[in-house]
């Protein structure tokens, strides 16, 4: 295990000598052996060794004990430990992530804080599990050829150097090293929770893999790694390919149709989807679909436009498509707006409110209620059982929601007081109604009057970003 980690740590560039690395330790098997083996390394590879803990408030006394028994081991073995407490139920809540999303996003943020406190590089983690998981994770949310070159050895983000020295050490390898090093470990509750996505991957497709062939997890960790080599000369590709395609202004990126059709189709798409990204000034949630429908708006009519992720509109004109933001309607300080849904139709609609921007638009439907999202802040209501104008705003006396398909009424201060949700929350809840009644409450549930059915033709989607 030493010696192995040592030559992929060389070969890959990962830590120079008089570097920092800052050891990010949950407690867990991996972390822990990550910790150790950079502990038995420092003085043959002259680097200075520290450890980071982030406690994320979310299993109570359990989570504090992992960060008690981290400290304990840092201390054990003479390395400065530093340990964050973060709330991630709270963050959550108010960003309308889900768990294992904001806990992510804090955790990364503790470990920008620190890394760029220390001028130092994170050591994180991931192994050869991790990366054949974090493969079909890819795959399943239809990710492009960069998702699908699994975790690389080394990466930046936010101007932080991420080293990653287990990647090529399997589970197993890791286990075998602790027990015969005699170093225990703690146990994450949450890590067999299958409600977490990479959870159910890892307790229920990868067992399935291994039965059909014992080294599933290997092959797929060495087909990542092949697929990273190959997306690094499609990069170069891409980059080229864009100097010569893609214009981008203050407030607009420009594709020219006639260098766009030049290029093999594996690039057509990869710098579709580099358009999109950097029109949006973000890479997350643009999928395949997304650059499909970017494709084939070439071959449509000048004039012709769709809507994108994050308030992007695409328009063909002539011979070129110009992606672009809408201009959203501006906060005022007001706690009530009105929306006409028809607006919606010519393009999104973007409503900046005090603590978030909330968006509007329409979306044909195919009746499959399966596709219907779950997430609290995304609601789809059926566009032809709303009113042509409804009203965005907090909530008055008098206010009602429809409990069920038979119509029963239920106060939302009822509502509210039995789903215990606190006061000063309730006051800050963004509600879609029409008079009195209440369709949605933004971050919560949607009343049963305007729901989406199989029947459905047209949705009007709710999405609702907050802390912007």
């Not at 005699?182 to 399935?208: A, G, L, Q």
């Not at 907090?394 to 038979?406: L, N, S, T």
Request: hydrophobic letters at 35%.
């Amino acid at each position: 295990m030493i010696k192995e980690t040592k030559e992929y740590i060389i070969k890959n560039n990962m830590i120079k000598q008089n570097d920092t690395v800052i050891a990010a330790v949950s407690g867990g098997a991996d972390s822990v052996c990550l910790l150790v083996v950079l502990d038995e390394l420092r003085q043959d590879l002259r680097f200075k060794l520290e450890a980071v803990h982030v406690e994320h408030g979310i299993r109570g006394d359990e989570s504090k004990s992992d960060a008690e028994y981290v400290k304990n081991l840092c201390r054990s073995i003479n390395i400065e430990c530093h340990v964050y407490n973060v709330d991630v139920p709270a963050f959550a809540q108010k960003s309308g992530m889900g768990l294992e999303e904001a806990a992510r996003v804090l955790r990364y943020n503790v470990f920008e804080d620190i890394a760029v406190r220390k001028k130092a590089s994170v050591a994180v983690a991931h192994h050869q599990e991790d990366n054949a998981e974090t493969v079909l994770f890819q795959m399943i949310r239809g990710s492009g050829m960069r998702g699908l070159g699994g975790i690389r050895p080394v990466s930046s983000k936010k101007n932080v150097t991420y080293i990653r020295p287990l990647l090529p050490v399997s589970r197993s390898d890791i286990e075998n090293f602790l027990e015969k090093k005699d170093i225990r470990y703690v146990t994450d509750s949450t890590n067999s929770d299958v409600e977490y996505s990479r959870n159910r991957i890892r307790h229920e497709v990868m067992p399935v893999l291994r039965k059909i062939n014992k080294r599933a997890v290997e092959h797929i960790s060495s087909a990542a790694q092949n697929q990273s080599l190959m997306w690094d000369y499609i990069e170069s590709q891409i980059s080229a390919a864009k100097d010569a395609a893609v214009k981008i202004e203050n407030d607009s990126v420009t594709i020219d149709i006639d260098e766009f059709m030049k290029l093999h189709p594996a690039l057509k798409s990869e710098l579709a989807k580099e358009a999109i990204c950097i029109a949006a000034g973000r890479r997350k949630d643009i999928g395949s679909i997304h650059v499909s429908s970017l494709i084939e708006l070439i071959d449509m009519q000048t004039g012709r436009k769709i809507n994108l992720p994050y308030d992007l509109t695409a328009r063909k004109s002539y011979d070129k498509i110009i992606l672009s933001k809408n201009k959203p309607v501006q906060n005022d300080g007001r706690s009530s707006y009105e929306i006409d849904k028809t607006k919606c139709r010519e393009r999104p609609v973007e409503l900046i409110v005090e603590n978030g921007v909330i968006i509007f638009e329409i979306l044909g439907f195919n009746g499959k209620m399966n596709e219907i999202p779950k997430k609290s802040c995304t609601k789809w209501l059926d566009y032809d059982k709303i009113k042509n104008s409804f009203v965005v705003r907090k909530r008055m006396a008098g206010d009602y929601i429809i409990i069920d398909d038979m119509g029963h009424r239920k106060k939302l201060k009822e509502y509210f007081v039995n789903q215990k949700i606190p006061a000063e929350q309730r006051n800050n809840m963004w509600l879609i109604a029409e008079d009195n009644e209440i369709l949605a409450i933004l971050g919560d549930r949607s009343g049963n009057s305007a729901l989406v059915s199989s029947d459905t033709k047209e949705v009007l989607q709710i999405t609702f970003y907050g802390g912007r």
